[in-house]
């Protein structure tokens, strides 16, 4: 069974740091395109960063740019978001997810919160 | 900046209805880059349709999609109850990489 599940968010306070991880099983991990998409709380889907197969290549949305990084253990099947800088506007579920044919979204974790707040 | 628009932003149908969702680009995406998504409350999104018109796999045939250039169509043919979500379109390869329209919600009437 494919399946990927998000841990590490939490409760932050503005100015601060977390990493967020997803492990995935079910499939070969190196051969997709990975991607963090977040959604504020009532609010739509907003996609954040992705990175290639063999973690050579990513890419940012402009309001994470220079203080997300995303990266890959292929070794382990893990994909990680370290998160700094966070602000109030970063609160969000933050979705892992695999990406399909057409730069569509295969595969959802179930989603982890993050909630920047003092 | 490309934008996608959806409508309506909320429409009210009773099981049995034909509901017909709208997504209109600011400029024209190519129809192998977009893709349609269903979202219940507490749940993660879920593919429904890629490249304009391919069902992802084990969605029904009641779910089709439809379009091309700046105008694109998600028609469920007869609603189930269980079909009252939100959806989202959602493109790749123009500025931003990736966006998503705001959303419609599918509500019983």
């Known amino acids: 069974e494919v399946q990927l599940v998000e841990s590490g968010g939490g409760l932050v306070q503005p100015g601060g740091s977390l990493r967020l991880s997803c492990a995935a099983s079910?499939?070969?991990?190196?051969?997709?395109?990975m991607h963090w998409v977040r959604q504020a709380p009532e609010k739509g889907l907003v996609w954040v960063s992705r990175?290639?197969?063999?973690?050579?290549?990513?890419n940012y949305a402009d309001s994470v740019k220079g203080r997300f990084t995303i990266s890959r253990d292929n070794a382990k099947n893990t994909l990680s978001l370290q998160m700094t800088s966070l602000r109030a506007e970063d609160t969000a579920v933050y979705y892992c997810?695999?990406?399909?044919?057409?730069?569509?979204?295969?595969?959802w974790g179930q989603g982890t919160l993050v909630t920047v707040s003092s | 900046e490309i934008v996608l628009t959806q409508s309506p932003g909320t429409l009210s149908l009773s099981p049995g209805e034909r509901a017909t969702l709208s997504c209109r680009a600011s400029?024209?995406?190519?129809?192998?880059?977009l893709a349609w998504y269903q979202q219940k409350p507490g749940q993660a999104p879920r593919l429904l349709i890629y490249?304009?018109?391919n069902r992802a796999t084990g969605i029904p045939d009641r779910f089709s999609g439809s379009g091309s250039g700046t105008d694109f169509t998600l028609t469920i043919s007869r609603l189930e109850p269980e079909d009252f979500a939100v959806y989202y379109c959602?493109?790749?390869?123009?500025?931003?990489?990736?966006?998503f329209g705001q959303g419609t919600k599918l509500e019983t009437k």
């Open positions: 997810v695999r990406e399909g044919l057409g730069g569509s979204y295969l595969t």
């Open positions: 079910g499939f070969t991990f190196s051969n997709y395109w």
């Open positions: 990175i290639n197969g063999d973690g050579s290549s990513t």
């Open positions: 400029q024209s995406v190519s129809s192998t880059y």
């Open positions: 490249g304009a018109s």
């Open positions: 959602q493109q790749y390869g123009s500025s931003p990489l990736y966006s």
